[in-house]
């Protein structure tokens, strides 16, 4: 995955690619709260029930990452900033 694009502070456009789900090329992220717990997307770090977080924008159909999570913390203020979905499914 790679964060492409911080149009605002609350959203992100992000390139998602991960073969053993889906691809998205401009898939548009806003920050909500988690919740269930999780893991970042972006670095694997552990979010809990409560924390902020970016989300794939909802919208119907439901895109196949909608669980996906990057903990708001970790959501770099520029764009281009990559992460290997591979590390996420060992």
Do not use: F
Request: aromatic share 6%; net charge negative; proline share 6%.
């Amino acid at each position: 995955m790679r964060v492409i694009e911080r149009p605002s502070s609350a959203t992100a456009i992000v390139y998602w690619s991960d073969a053993a789900t889906c691809h998205y090329g401009y898939q548009g992220w806003r920050v909500t709260t988690a919740t269930t717990d999780g893991a970042c997307a972006l670095t694997g770090e552990v979010i809990h029930r409560g924390d902020a977080v970016y989300r794939p924008s909802q919208r119907d159909p439901k895109p196949q990452n909608a669980s996906a999570m990057i903990l708001a913390a970790s959501m770099p203020e520029n764009e281009n900033c990559d992460a290997d979905l591979q590390d996420q499914h060992a």
